[in-house]
Each structure stands twice: as C-alpha cells, then as structure tokens.
C-alpha cells in the first residue's frame, strides 16, 4: 500500500527556514517523479516543486531560488528545505507521488501546516 | 502554458447526478487530466485520469458512481447517485513540460 507521510511543519518567523520531510512507504521515491503542492487557507492547490525519477528539480517562479527540493534513496523520503520564509508561504504542504507515464499525481500525503508569522 | 477553468461552485440534490467541467485552454485541447477530490479538513484525494479521447482510469477505491468524458477541450466528472460524502471540492490538474503541474481553481460541490 502506497503511503506518503509529512512531518517538520510548524510555526516560523518571517526569513527564517524550515526543513520539511515525507516518508514514503510502498513504493521507491527514486523511481518516480514526486512532487511538493501547498494550499494556503482558503486557496486553492499551488504546484511548489518536482524531483524527477533522474533527479532534475523544477520549482514555482515563486519559490525558485529560497526553496530546495531533494531526496533521500536509504530513507526512501523526500524532503523540502524552505529558506527565506514569507507571509504569503504560510499554507498547507503536500507530499505527493506522480503516476508513472504522464506525471499527474496519483497518490497525497496528509499534508504539513507551515505558518509564517512573527 | 495550459491553463485550466473550473466553474467556482456547482451544487446538486441527495441521489442525483451531476457534472463538473473542467476546461484546457487554447492550444492544450488534448492534454491528459486527472480529477482530485477534497473533501472538508482533509487531504485531496486522486480520483482519475481522463485522456481527451474520454479513456479514462479511476485510482484504488474511487466508487464507481465516479466516470470521466471529455469533449474538444472540455474534460468533465460525472458524479451519479449523489451522496452526502460528495460534498467537497474537486480540482483537476495537467502537465505541461514548461510548467509541469498545473491546477485548475476548484469547484465546492454541494449536495442538497
């Protein structure tokens, strides 16, 4: 059974940094793409970041260059660092698998709240 | 880049059906989608992935009051015998080499 569970958010003031991790279980995160998505309260669903299969990261114009995305193949677990945090990261962060073939989403964690208030 | 439009809010009766839409904009016609649910408090949850040809591939457990059409650049959800756990939001999302992942705003389903 495919299991994706989120862990490190919490309450951060503006500019400071947080490491969050996901724990899969019933599949290898190395061989698939895989995915973080945030929803801040009351939003809707905003794509953040991919790892591919070959290890090439893509982010949202709005997270590129504070946000870092990266896996761990012994842990089978993914990991978001978020650096220079902002007000407007504070939402919901979701771990999620794409499907093999056309990389849409096929299975989410129970996401982790990260606040960013002072 | 592929956008995609969701009518805000749709609503429907206990035991009826009902269809959601979920539009490609221009140019992205025949791109492949998949229907998330969300239902209040709770994580989304993968329902489908619908191709423009109307094929479509429901994930483990999706009930099967839950089918996927399409039409040119529309891609719809069909929810038959509403029941009161429906009630949520529903979001499709596509895949574009230059944006990757794209979500559409949502729709807040209510059963009456």
């Keep these: 059974e ?19 991790s996901c724990a899969a279980s019933g599949f290898t995160v190395s061989s ?50 978020m650096n220079s945090l902002r ?18 989403i096929d ?6 709240l990260v606040t960013v208030s002072s | 880049q592929p956008v995609l439009t969701q009518s805000s809010s749709a609503s429907a009766s206990l035991g009826s059906s009902v269809k959601l839409t979920c539009t490609l904009s221009s140019g992205h016609s025949s791109y492949i989608i998949a229907w998330h649910q969300q239902q209040p408090g709770k994580a989304p949850r993968y329902l489908m992935k619908l191709e423009g040809s109307g ?4 994930g483990s457990g999706v009930p099967d009051r839950f089918s996927g059409s399409s039409s040119g650049a529309d891609r719809y959800l069909t929810i038959s015998n509403l029941q009161s756990e429906d009630e949520a939001d529903y979001y499709c999302e596509t895949w574009d080499s230059s944006t990757h992942e794209v979500f ?9």
Excluded: H
Aim: with cysteine; charged share 15%.
């Design chain 1, 2 to 20: 495919v299991q994706l569970v989120e862990s490190g958010g919490g309450l951060v003031q503006p500019g400071g940094s947080l490491r969050l």
């Design chain 1, 32 to 81: 698939n793409y895989m995915s973080w998505v945030r929803q801040a309260p009351g939003k809707g669903l905003e794509w953040v970041s991919v790892i591919y299969s070959g290890g090439i990261t893509y982010y949202a114009d709005s997270v590129k260059g504070r946000f870092t995305i990266s896996r761990d193949n012994s842990k089978n677990t993914l990991y978001l660092q």
């Design chain 1, 87 to 104: 007000a407007e990261d504070t939402a919901v962060y979701y771990c999620a698998r794409d499907s093999a073939g056309t990389p849409l």
């Design chain 1, 107 to 112: 299975y989410w964690g129970q996401g982790t």
């Design chain 2, 55 to 58: 094929s479509y591939n429901k």
């Design chain 2, 104 to 112: 559409g705003g949502g729709t807040k389903l209510t059963v009456l």
